[in-house]
Structure formats: C-alpha cells, structure tokens
C-alpha cells in the first residue's frame, strides 16, 4: 500500500513538472498566438515623487498643474504683453515651460532623475489571450527606445511561457512603431508571427524635425483646416451634428474675412520674438536631452537638428540619440527580412488630414500628426487635399499602386504589398472597421492589400459611422451629402460651392 501511494506520488510529482515545460514548448494549441499592443507615447504617467505627499505627475499633463503654473508666470506676462516687450513674454513663456516640464529632462548620460519615475511599468501576468485580448507594453517615452527593446523582449518571453505560445503577434500604435523598430534592429524577428504598424513614425515626422530646427511658423490656412478636420471628432454631445456644422462654417467665414490671417500673423511675430528665448531657456534644455523624442526626428532633419539643438558631442546622451539612427535607417529592411521569413506584416497609415499648422512643411499629406510619406516607408503623395500634380501623373508607367483619388503613389513604398491608407484618418483614432481589418490580418494565412475584398490599399474613414470604406476617386462634398445627410456635411457641401463660385468670379475680374 506504501509502495503504490509513493508510485501515485510520484507520478503527480512529475505530472506537475512536466505541465510548465510542455506549456513553455508550444503548449497552448488555440491556434491563437498572443497579442502584445506596444502603447503610443503618454502610454504611461510619469511621477515626480511618487508615494511622497507632493507627489505630482508630468505627464499625462496635468491641467491643475499647468494652470497653478500659468498663474505663478501671469504677473510677468501680463507685464509682458501690456509693454510689448518681446524679451519679458520669452522669459515668462519659458519660465512656465520649465516649471511644467522641466523635470521631464534627461541628464547628460540621458538618464532620468531619481525622483522622476514611472510606477505603472506594465508587467504580464495571467494567461488570457485570443482576438479581443492583448498584453499591453508601455514605457517611458522619453528614454532610449533601445531600453524599452530590452524591457520588451523580456515581456514577450514571459508572454510566451504564460500562454504557452511559442510566438507573438506584435501591434505598435504610433510611437509603439519606434519600439518596434529599436527591437527588430537589435533582436530581430524570431518568435513574432504578425507585425502591426499603426499610424507609426517609422522614419519620423515633420513637426519634431522642423521643431529640433528651429522652424516654426503658424499658417492660416494650415490652421482652418486643421481646426474644420478635428470637428467631426469632437464630442459635442447635444445637437452634434448642429454645432460640428456651425462650427465649421465660423471656422470658414473668419478664415474667408481675413480674421485666422490676422490672427496667425500676430501670432508669428510673436514667435519669432519671442521663440527664441523659449528655444535657448527652455525647449532645448528639456526636450533636446530625450532620445524618445529625438527618435521621431526624420533623417534629412537631422543634422541641423544635431546643431540646432546643441546635442553633445559625446556621452551617454549623445551615444543614445546617434544609436537609434541605426534603427531607424535600417527599419525597412528589417521588415522587409520578417516577411521573407513569412512574418505576416500590416503597415496602416492616415493621409488627407490638415497636420499641425505649425511648421512650413503643412501642406504635408499625414494623419494631423505623422506625415504619410514617413508612416508608410515612401509612398509619393500629393499636397495635403490635393492630387499629386500631373506631371508626376502623366510620367506614370504602372498605375497598380495608385489611389483612386490620384493622391498617393505607394509604388514606392518599401513594402507596397503590405502598405494600406485611409483618408481623413485622424492620427490613432479607433474606427471599428480598422479593427475588422486588424482581425483579418491576424487571423489569415496570405494578408496583402489585394487579400481582403472589404480593404483594398486605400481605403476612406467615415467617422460617425465608425466605418472604413473603399476609396473609389477624389473626396466630393455632394456625393458625402448624400452618402450620409447630416447638418456638417451640408455646410461643407455649401462652403464647397461658395468658395468654386468666388474662385470664378474672382479668376474673371
Ligand atoms: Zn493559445
């Protein structure tokens, strides 16, 4: 009786140690492999003091603290503005920058302070995983994506002998695609089954290039349009659709009586008084000392950026910014080598959407935040709510990757096969008919752009009804009227016709 309880002893005991090694050895067989969402930037608050009485986060920002700080500089740039002098207002602008983000710089080495942290680094835990769950992996922006390409390939073991999967799949949302690339150059591909770009700055974006250059400038048209592309995501509530659409037209008609080209040249000689000494106090020594945000700097930027900045020329910090450039450099043939090894690959970007009215390059196509040319790895696009321009059209041999709307070319694209577009696709914004996508692309044995009949290459976002549809040819204000009768795209349909009207009238006189 001994011996056999020993014997069924036994037996459960190596039962017990087997279980965790066949797990660890493909032992979940859903047919499913995990989901890890690398976040966008912001994805995590960071602390200053955490646990101490004054305790106070950076980032998210925080509305309490930057308005208690807009107060402490209120005196000053009152004075400031009431004597217009240029110099004061750059001191208190400055003063409010470094009191609200001053904390947020990295020392010479591009390590944080001690006392800035960020307490809710995520770390796997349970085995939950399919189509509607994901890991999710955050970070902290501001350090060297390289530290967060460790941290992640540790997570995607632990996700591993959770789940009993021995790959993953792999969705980056925005700066989640500088992770990505960060990690593809130092671990390469193994284990990851499905990559998925979404609005990614993959060779970066406009704004933080002409930014680290120095180059701001405020665009009235630039900031009409960036205004009227940003109404149909607001959340009004009450009479939606009554006020995007008056909205819309007080937009148009400030825009048509000169009032945003005042507004905007007021504002511009301001910037150029006044930028400065925000630049020299406080917009270089804060956020030219994060390699996260460097990271979004394009490679024609750069090395102005380098100067304009007054980067180091060694050190931790310097070493930090300049590894990255690898990552970045060399991003599309680390994709491009996952695909031969029959990583299913899905790079989605925006286009069509007003980018932010700050720098000189917004007539750039983006998403309002990455430029498209840099999110899909090269496509040839038109100005932003324009066609490319007919030569470009006419010289045309292949027209296979070609919008029907004519505005963009992904023919050069590093991977055109695997490179889908939506117009008027606000930077990461969630649209059900994405997610459809995304679904498709997870669960398919062949995924390319001429693999789902639902989502060909381009594709357009209907925002209110959460939707993606095919793009058929050039945005029109009627057939959206008719598509979907609401008050704003009556106004838009009637502003269209006013301004073809003037422009006749106007090209006769
Ligand atoms: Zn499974």
Redesign the pocket.
């Known amino acids: 009786m001994k011996k056999a309880l020993s014997l069924i002893l036994c037996a459960v005991l190596l039962l017990s140690l087997a279980a965790p090694a066949a797990a660890a050895d493909g032992g979940?067989?859903?047919?499913?492999?995990?989901i890890i969402y690398v976040g966008p930037l912001g994805c995590t608050p960071i602390v200053r003091d955490a646990g101490a009485e004054n305790e106070q986060t950076l980032w998210k920002i925080d509305t309490q603290f930057l308005l208690s700080n807009l107060k402490d500089v209120l005196p000053a740039l009152t004075k400031a503005l009431l004597t217009r002098n240029a110099d004061l207002l750059g001191d208190a602008i400055a003063a409010f920058a470094n009191a609200s983000f001053g904390d947020l710089a990295l020392d010479a080495d591009g390590n944080s302070k001690a006392n800035v942290t960020t307490p809710e680094l995520s770390v796997p835990a349970g085995?939950r995983?399919?189509p509607d769950s994901d890991y999710y992996f955050n970070y902290d922006f501001r350090l060297d994506p390289f530290e967060h390409a460790d941290r992640l390939h540790a997570f995607i073991a632990q996700v591993k002998a959770l789940?009993?999967?021995d790959s993953v799949k792999l969705k980056c949302s925005s700066m989640g695609g500088v992770v990505l690339s960060a990690y593809l150059e130092k671990y390469g591909h193994d284990g990851i089954d499905v990559i998925i770009c979404r609005c990614c700055p993959l060779w970066g974006t406009a704004v933080a290039g002409e930014a680290f250059c120095g180059k701001v400038e405020l665009n009235a048209t630039a900031l009409t349009r960036y205004g009227e592309d940003a109404i149909p995501y607001l959340e009004t509530g009450f009479a939606d659709d009554f006020i995007e659409g008056a909205l819309y037209a007080l937009l148009d008609t400030l825009k048509g009586a000169g009032l945003i080209d005042a507004l905007c040249a007021l504002g511009d000689r301001i910037l150029r008084d006044a930028g400065d000494r925000v630049f020299q106090q406080a917009l270089i020594p804060i956020f030219g000392t994060l390699p996260g945000i460097w990271s979004f700097v394009p490679a024609d930027y750069f090395e102005e950026a380098v100067r304009f900045m007054r980067l180091p020329a060694e050190g931790g910090l310097h070493d930090k910014v300049f590894a990255y450039r690898t990552a970045m450099a060399n991003i599309a043939d680390n994709l491009k080598a996952a695909k031969a090894d029959g990583v299913k690959l899905c790079l989605i970007c925006g286009y069509n959407v007003q980018r932010t009215p700050l720098v000189t390059l917004w007539q750039s196509t983006s998403d309002g935040t990455v430029d498209t040319k840099y999110a899909s790895l090269g496509a040839t696009c038109g100005n932003v709510k324009e066609p490319l321009d007919d030569a470009y059209l006419s010289a045309m041999a292949d027209r296979t990757y070609l919008s029907p709307d004519q505005m963009i070319d992904a023919a050069t694209c590093a991977l055109p096969d695997c490179t889908w577009f939506v117009r008027d696709w606000l930077h990461c914004n969630a649209n059900a008919g994405i997610d459809a996508l995304f679904d498709l692309v997870m669960t398919s044995d062949e995924v390319s752009v001429r693999s789902f009949e639902a989502f060909p290459q381009f594709l357009a976002a209907d925002e209110d009804a959460d939707t993606v549809d095919p793009v058929t040819g050039a945005p029109d204000a009627f057939a959206s009227l008719k598509d979907r009768p609401s008050f704003l795209n009556f106004i838009r349909f009637l502003f269209s016709i006013i301004k073809k009207a003037a422009l006749a009238v106007f090209s006769r006189a």
């Open positions: 979940c067989d859903c047919g499913f492999s995990p085995d995983h399919g789940t009993g999967h």
